[in-house]
C-alpha cells in the first residue's frame, strides 16, 4: 500500500510518518510525504527523536506534492487541520483521503521535557496507526471497506 502524508509544511508530522511507517513496514507499505507549501528543512528536533527511536532519518525532507505527481497513492493522509482544509491537487483525484490530525511536537517544545515529551507521544500515536495499517493490510480490504477501515483506525487508536 503506497501512502502520501501531507502536512502544510512538510517538516514534522508527516516526516515522523513517512519515517516510521517506512521502518515498521519494512516494505508492506511505502510512505511518502510532502507539503503543499514545504519549509525546506525538516525540523532538527524530528530528526533527533527519530534518532532517538531508533527510526532510520536518511533521505528525509522537506519537498512540495508536485513531486508526487506520478505517484499514485492509495491513500492521502493529512495530519495537520490547515492541510485538511486544503484543495488537493487533481492528480489526488482517485486516491482515498482522510485525514488523521496530530498535534504538531514542534509547537508544544517550550523546553527539552516537552519537547521530548511531545516527540514521544506523537511517535507513539504513528507507531500504533501503523501496527493498525499492517494489520488492516493483511485483511485484503478494497475500496468502500478499506476506506471505512482507515477512517475508523485513527477512532480505534487515538
Not at 501531507?6 to 513517512?18: G, K, Q
Not at 488523521?100 to 511517535?123: H, M, T, Y
Amino acid at each position: 500500500m503506497k501512502l502520501l502524508f501531507i502536512c502544510t509544511h512538510n517538516r514534522c508530522r508527516s516526516i515522523l510518518s513517512e519515517a516510521i511507517t517506512n521502518h515498521l513496514g519494512a516494505g508492506r507499505l511505502q510512505a511518502y510525504s510532502a507539503g503543499s507549501a514545504p519549509a525546506g528543512e525538516v525540523h532538527p528536533l524530528t530528526l533527533k527523536y527519530l534518532i532517538e527511536a531508533n527510526i532510520p532519518i536518511t533521505g528525509l525532507k522537506s519537498e512540495s506534492w508536485d513531486v508526487y505527481a506520478d505517484l499514485n497513492p492509495d491513500a492521502v493522509i493529512t495530519l495537520c487541520d490547515s492541510a485538511a482544509a486544503e484543495s488537493c491537487p487533481l492528480w489526488m483525484g482517485q486516491s482515498l483521503k482522510l485525514h488523521w490530525g496530530l498535534a504538531d511536537p514542534s509547537k508544544l517544545a517550550v523546553d527539552e521535557n516537552a519537547a521530548r515529551q511531545a516527540f514521544n507521544q506523537c511517535i507513539a500515536q504513528i507507531t500504533a496507526r501503523t501496527e493498525a495499517l499492517l494489520h488492516l493490510q493483511e485483511q485484503h480490504l478494497q475500496g468502500d471497506a478499506l476506506q471505512l477501515a482507515l477512517k475508523n483506525l485513527v477512532v480505534q487508536v487515538a
